[in-house]
């Protein structure tokens, strides 16, 4: 059965899957990324981990795969195929794609964006199918976003499109990992939330989540911390909405999880900052943390397509 290889690197974990060219997933797998090792050692898991997932498809289907695609976090170098830099994984300038295809036959191999290989997947089979424009946000322990554009995803000039978490929403606010303060990631984020709320609740071990629980039990701390998030987050997003005027708003990522008691009074506070932009539809993220595994495999399908037309 033909079939292209789809993974999905995080900071703590890879998910990958063996996808067929009509899009039935396979097979599924998951592994530990291991960045306690070092980057070498990251870099080497992501290389094995692939290998597998090729001799698991001639064993199974009875083939090897045709294509892979694989999402990374951080600064990445789609026309290039290079990782440049991310800082949770410690690596730089890692030829990904050039290694992948060497490892795994020759085979072609897609190099994407994680956040934006999220995106195209809620684009083309989630929550963005059939809108031609939306934004999609992941919150997540940073802030980044997708800006989706029919079948695709707009990476920009250098590759930074959608870096919408640094937006800076308060000026001389908190500080980002950036370098600057006030960033949009600084205060709305899942880790932003997480430092509020345990401040303000005076438990070092609470988070985002218990965060969300506490305002659901009407806690008006939790309440205060989770609004001003909620505001800073609106501000960002109206800012966005201005420049992009998408159809739809896709949320997803770990803060989104908190369903309408994030997304009930973000709804508001985006409505009470609009003017003469018409509003777009705010919905969740459908495909959760499989995203960025499926996107990684519409980028391998789309490998073989663009073969076939050529």
Known sequence: MRHVIALDVGGTG???????????????????T???????????????????????????FGTAAEAAGVAVPGIVAVEQGVAVYAANLGWRDVPMRELLSRRLAGIPVALGHDVRTGGLAEGRIGAGRGTGRFLFVSLGTGIAGAIGIDDGIESGAHGCAGEIGHIVVRPGGPACGCGRRGCLEALASAAAVTRAWAAASGD???DAADCANAVEAGDEAATGVWQAAVDALADGLVT?????????????GGLAEAGETLFTPLRAAVEQRITFHKLPAIVPAALGDTAGCLGAGLLARDLLTVEVAV
């Open 240 to 252: 966005a909405l201005t420049l992009l005027d998408p159809r739809t708003l896709i949320i997803g």
């Open 204 to 206: 070092p071990a609470a």
């Open 34 to 60: 291991g960045r306690e090792r070092g980057p070498d050692a990251v870099v080497e898991s992501i290389l094995g981990f692939a290998e597998d997932l090729r001799a698991y498809g001639e064993k199974y």
């Open 14 to 32: 890879m998910k990958a899957a063996l996808v067929g060219l009509d899009g039935a997933l396979l097979y599924e797998a998951r592994q530990a």
